[in-house]
Structures are given as structure tokens and as C-alpha cells.
């Protein structure tokens, strides 16, 4: 008599039907119900029992090989700027697919903004498994200013009101008269510009 043979499986795959010989015995054994094995709880050692007409009761059994799924990662990658470079992708194991939007290959377009970006992998057993990452994508501040007292006659009254919108972070100023502070007031005639450092690292972007 024989319990059946079965090939490895995946942890996750669908009930295993079971079929011994001679057929009308019963299947026993952690995971089974009825004539299914359920392969999440691992592997396993099946029994079949049969009893012949002549009340003649005999055994056999069969191990079922279960195969855990891979660890995968998707890898993890800081914050950027809309306008950065295409981003590579770095998954393990090494040899699996990323998907995603802004996703070609192994590199990520920040210009479609942020994501969230899937890599899948399949080991020699043919288990599969995937994982994902997000990237968040900042978009670039933008700078506008006013000058909001005109200069008149050699006067000292000039200001000027700096506007910086869209951006993610906060923001840190150095004019070029030494100023520190996003407006500047007290001014005499002349040309000013300001440096603005973002604390997300996007450059902001605009002129005045």
C-alpha cells in the first residue's frame, strides 16, 4: 500500500489532495482534513490507513515537504528632491523584478512623485515573495519677492517681502547685506540677493 507521493510546495500554496492506494483508507496527520493537506503548517508526515474486507488493517506514510517563502527587502531610500536623478533600486536577494510607477528596471523616476515601489523574488524552490518600500518625493520650493516701498531721492526706506511656497521643509536666509531674516526692511538703493538653504535639501527655484 502507498500513502501517495507529493512534490515539494510553497507555504503558501493551495490544500494538497491526497490519494493512497488501495483507495478507501483514511488520511491522517497534522494539517489534513479529509483527503487535503494543508501546507502553512509546514512540513509534515502523513499517514494512510486501510482496512481490507477480511478486517486486515495496515499503515503507510508520506512525508510532505513544505517550503518557506524567501525574506525579501525592497531596500530603503531617503527623501528627494522632485528634480533628482533617477534613483537605483537595490532589492534582496538579488535577482528579483521591481514594479512600480516611475519604476524602468532597477531605477525610480522622482519626477512622478512619491511612490510606492514593489520588488518580488522567486528562490530555486520557486517560492515567491515581495516586499515593498516607499520613496517620498519633495517638490521644489518656490521663491517670489516684492519690493513694497519704492526709493525715492537717495531715500533709506526700501523693503522687500520674500514668499517661499510649496516646498516640504523650512527654510534658513542669507541676503548679501548680511540679513538673516526671510523680509528685509531699511534699505538704500542697490541690488539684493538672498541665499535660501532648504532643510529637506530641495534647492528652491524662482526670481525676483
Known amino acids: 500500500m502507498s500513502a501517495g507521493s507529493y512534490g515539494p510546495v510553497c507555504v ?10 488501495p483507495v478507501g483508507g483514511t488520511f491522517s496527520g ?21 482496512t481490507n474486507g477480511n478486517g486486515c488493517t495496515n499503515s503507510a506514510t508520506t512525508v510532505i515537504t513544505v517550503n518557506l517563502l524567501p525574506v525579501v527587502s525592497a531596500g530603503t531610500y531617503g527623501p528627494v528632491c522632485v528634480d533628482a536623478a533617477d534613483i537605483s533600486l537595490v532589492g534582496s536577494p538579488a535577482g528579483g523584478t521591481f514594479s512600480g510607477v516611475g519604476v524602468t528596471g ?14 518580488t523574488y522567486a528562490d530555486g524552490n520557486g517560492c515567491s515573495n515581495a516586499a515593498t518600500t516607499t520613496i517620498i518625493v519633495n517638490p521644489l520650493p518656490v521663491v ?6 519704492v526709493l525715492c531721492n537717495g531715500g ?17 536666509y542669507l541676503w548679501s547685506n548680511g540679513a538673516i531674516t526671510q523680509d528685509i526692511s531699511g534699505l538704500t ?20
Open 156 to 172: 533709506s526706506t526700501g523693503s522687500i517681502d520674500l514668499s517661499v511656497t510649496g516646498g516640504s521643509g523650512s527654510y534658513t
Open 12 to 21: 503558501d500554496g493551495a490544500d494538497i489532495t491526497l490519494a493512497g492506494t
Open 30 to 50: 497534522v494539517g489534513v482534513t479529509g483527503n487535503l493537506f494543508d501546507p502553512s503548517l509546514g512540513t509534515q508526515t502523513v499517514t494512510y490507513t486501510y
Open 106 to 119: 532597477n531605477l525610480f523616476d522622482p519626477s512622478v512623485g512619491t511612490q510606492t515601489i514593489t520588488y
Open 144 to 149: 517670489s519677492g516684492t519690493q513694497v516701498n
Open 189 to 208: 538703493p542697490g541690488t539684493y540677493t538672498v541665499i535660501i538653504t532648504a532643510s529637506d535639501g530641495c534647492t528652491p527655484t524662482g526670481t525676483t
